[in-house]
């Protein structure tokens, strides 16, 4: 596993991105949005109107490129102004209050309505590093409320299972890897078997209080399950930063307003799920590795609920360098494409609401607006060489100017006011990651397996072997600037090619960059910093991890099956 290694444990802490607030969009938030909108629109206009269309080829790859952009902003500003909806409603605040009602008597066993439940924790391991293991492992016997913590090896560690004999939790490795992530989960559900499970990855961290926050929903006996944020702590590089503030609007803003038309979907860690709901359907859903999205897609079929809890209830890691982001974004990507290919949510066949079906149309079809920067590159090139032009030039450079900014400046607005600050990391990366979306694409489209990749795992090579193509684009683009520069000299005139195709340059070259310094980091190791902190309990523990007593029928241990310790 490489990591780059970094010194800065303290600021990391300070700019994690804390989706706490999440699903209640301030006045403000609304005002930019409307704005936003009307810009989207007006752009939209601009770019339709007969009098700006410009040469055939150029243009149609603008209005491809910038039809699926605009319409997925669109989509994302209705979902953010319907978030808002708080999801504890009162009979999940009545449901907390009586959750432990033996409490008082060392009895910490969890209610709901009234009646005791068994909840089982996982947490997945797939070669994860044995002291990141360690702190999940721990933190989820620490959650409080009776329970019981199941280490889910697919890595096959005897190290990790000694580790589990150590701390007290269960500890199940399976004869095949059949299924990946969502196999070994499905094998789990043939041992533990709990009214409600939890999913933890092995580098997410749990707050104590995560089953005391999300168990009162299932209050509800039509909530299948309730997903949680992910919030990573180890924003140390540029692509983790990139990585993890990418998705801080979706996490404060798109999952909340998805509450609103029960379409959130599962990412696959910091969840809970009712057992009988994942019964229902046949297990989690093992045919594609974007088995969370798919699980939530099936339940939502079946007519179950899903909840997201905007709280930050797990701190974990995000990508740190190329090759792991490559990785995790392929794995999503070709899960969406797949979706989208095998699994329309607008065919009639689809037992979905309409509502629904447009925001897994949206998750489906999101990926693509990853390619569209494929596009928009190559469009200065077709002026620069073969004067071909994707509008009018009836129209001044203002006019163009004072569209184009109508839509992306109140887009990086939105993402400026979301996140606090202007993320170059983040623009820089959506720009960059065109190949992989592309070949992501061509992976559903043939059916070709990615394999599994654990999030955050990586080789020590060369960040070089996975940007082959962005490297040919930044030395292609910056020889094309060199040439519209020496003609534009040469015209007496600056031109907006020269000025969009020069940006673009930049934009790659400061990515490449960013590959030198990993690629000097991975050949010069230095000492990893002080592990992350586990989260501060709030109020004291109660419970520490002890496997329930067992009942006849409810928990016969198989061959593969190791009881790896008792109570602490």
């Known amino acids: ?22 699903g209640e969009p301030t006045p403000v938030m609304i005002l930019l949005v409307v704005v936003a909108t009307i810009g989207v629109l007006a752009y939209a206009a601009f770019l339709l109107a007969p009098d700006s269309r410009g040469d055939l080829l150029p243009y149609l790859m603008v209005i491809v490129a910038e039809s699926i952009l605009v319409l997925h902003a669109l989509l994302s500003m209705w979902t953010i102004l319907s978030s808002g909806r708080n999801p504890r409603d009162y ?23 009234g009646a005791p439940v068994v909840v089982d924790v996982f947490v997945t391991v797939y070669g994860e590093d044995l002291e990141t293991v360690r702190r999940t492992v721990v933190a989820a016997l620490g959650l409080q409320g009776r329970h019981r913590t199941w280490v889910l090896d697919d890595g096959k560690s005897d190290e990790v299972r000694a580790m589990a004999a150590e ?44 089953l005391l926050e999300t168990m009162p929903i299932f209050v509800h006996e039509d909530v299948a399950f309730v997903q949680t944020p992910q919030v990573y702590g180890n924003l140390d590089t540029v692509v983790a930063r990139g990585a993890a503030f990418m998705q801080t609007v979706f996490y404060r803003f798109i999952q909340p307003g998805r509450n609103r038309f029960n379409a959130a979907f599962c990412v696959g860690t910091n969840v809970v799920f009712r057992r ?17 999205v798919w699980t939530a897609l099936l339940l939502h079929e079946r007519g179950w609920r899903s909840v997201f809890l905007p709280d930050a209830l797990a701190v974990g ?42 925001q897994y149309l949206v998750t489906a079809t999101f990926y693509l607006a990853g390619i569209c920067p494929l596009l928009l590159l190559l469009v200065p090139p077709l002026e620069i060489y073969f004067d071909l032009r994707p509008m009018t030039l009836e129209i001044t450079v203002f006019t163009w100017v004072l569209y184009y900014a109508g839509f992306y400046v109140m887009q990086i607005l939105l993402a400026w006011f979301a996140v606090g600050s202007f993320r170059w990391e983040t623009l820089t990366l959506a720009t960059v990651s065109f190949p992989i979306y592309s070949k992501a694409l061509w992976n559903a489209l043939t059916g070709k397996d990615v394999g599994w990749h654990v999030t955050g795992s990586a080789s020590r090579r060369s960040p070089f072997n996975f940007i082959i193509p962005q490297t040919l684009f930044f030395l292609f683009l910056a020889l094309t600037t060199l040439v519209a520069v020496w003609r534009d000299i040469d015209n007496g005139v600056l031109t907006l090619a020269t000025g969009w195709n020069a940006t673009n340059t930049l934009i790659l070259g400061a990515f490449l960059v960013t590959a030198l310094r990993e690629a000097h980091a991975l050949s010069h190791p230095t000492v990893r910093p002080a592990p992350l902190q586990l989260p501060a309990a709030t109020v004291p523990l109660t419970v520490v991890a002890r496997p329930l007593q067992r009942q006849p029928g409810l928990l016969e241990p198989e061959p593969q099956l190791e009881p790896a310790g008792g109570a602490r």
Do not use: C
């Not at 009979?91 to 309505?113: K, N, S």
């Open 276 to 292: 009988r709901a994942v019964d229902e359907i046949g297990g989690i859903y093992t045919d594609s590795k974007s088995e969370d």
């Open 317 to 358: 890691e995000a990508p740190e360098t190329i090759e792991a982001y490559s990785k995790q974004q392929l794995r999503w990507a070709t899960g969406g494409f797949e979706i989208l290919l095998h699994h329309n949510p607008l065919s009639p066949r689809r037992t979905l609401t309409t509502d629904q079906r447009i």
């Open 91 to 113: 009979a999940a605040h009545d449901a907390a209050a009586h959750l432990m009602p033996r409490l008082a008597r060392g009895d910490d066993t969890i209610h709901l309505r």
């Open 1 to 22: 596993m490489a990591r780059i290694p970094s010194t800065r444990q303290t600021r990391h802490t300070l700019d994690r991105p804390s989706p706490k607030d999440g």
């Open 167 to 210: 701390t007290g939790a269960w500890y199940v490795r399976r004869l095949s890897s059949h299924g990946a992530k969502a196999g070994n989960i499905n094998h789990a559900l043939t041992l533990a078997k709990g009214d409600f499970f939890a999913i933890f990855d092995a580098d997410f961290v749990p707050s104590p209080r995560f």
